[in-house]
């Protein structure tokens, strides 16, 4: 089965890190997962994450599905609006 994921480039200035930059790959499931996190850890209002694919995944659509660049542009804008909030 194929997964897709994301690779995203973390930057800190927080001097407790010896890395200033790193690069991590994740899921859309795991920012799921975060968002659940946070909601039960904290009392702030967590942003929403970008509707799921679940029709761009149906066979026969006519289109790239969730390959399609536009696709993948818009979800990838949606989760950093989501980390940087």
């Known amino acids: 089965m194929l ?3 994301s690779d ?3 930057q800190t200035n927080l001097p407790i890190f010896k890395l200033k930059e790193s690069t991590v790959r994740r899921r859309y499931s795991d920012f799921e997962w975060l968002r659940s996190e946070l909601e039960r ?3 702030v209002v967590v942003p929403p994450l970008p509707g799921k694919a679940f029709l761009r995944q149906l066979p026969f659509r006519g289109d790239d599905g969730i390959f399609d660049d536009n696709f993948i542009e818009e979800r990838k ?3 950093e609006q989501f980390i940087n909030k």
């Open 41 to 43: 850890e904290s009392k």
């Open 3 to 5: 997964q897709l994921r």
């Open 8 to 10: 995203f480039l973390f």
């Open 77 to 79: 804008q949606g989760l």
